[in-house]
């Protein structure tokens, strides 16, 4: 398994940004598919957007043309960064990483997982 720490996560009004960094122990980003996802107060935990080996990136509908999944393969580290963001993307943000090239939607995808970041949009 693969070590996650997210980090950027905070408080703000809706319309705002925010970038979240996930940065892996070891080389990943070269032959892992790493994904966000996210987890809201009494909601399943649900894909939001994922970038495999190539760079190829995949999002849920309810963010596409507002977030971009990124990475620094330098920094083995994977960003999200989180544009015209609406209260509704208030959640806590994971980061989860999986063997494969392919893309998973599915949270039983990935075998390594951050603690998590708190993202808080008010309105």
């Known amino acids: 398994q693969v070590q996650l720490v997210e980090s950027g996560g905070g408080l703000v009004q809706a319309g705002g940004s925010l970038r979240l960094s996930c940065a892996a122990s070891?080389?990943?980003?070269?032959?892992?598919?790493m994904g966000w996802f996210r987890q809201a107060p009494g909601k399943e935990r649900e894909f939001v957007a994922a970038?495999?080996?190539?760079?190829?990136?995949h999002y849920v509908d309810s963010v596409k043309g507002r977030f971009t999944i990124s990475r620094d393969i330098a920094k083995d580290t994977v960003y999200l960064q989180m544009n015209s963001l609406k209260p509704e993307d208030t959640a806590v943000y994971y980061c989860?990483?999986?063997?494969?090239?392919?893309?998973?939607?599915?949270?039983?995808?990935?075998?390594?997982w951050g603690q998590g970041t708190q993202v808080t949009v008010s309105s």
């Open positions: 989860a990483a999986r063997p494969d090239v392919s893309i998973s939607i599915r949270v039983q995808g990935y075998n390594s």
């Open positions: 070891r080389r990943t980003l070269s032959s892992y598919t």
């Open positions: 970038i495999v080996w190539n760079g190829g990136t």
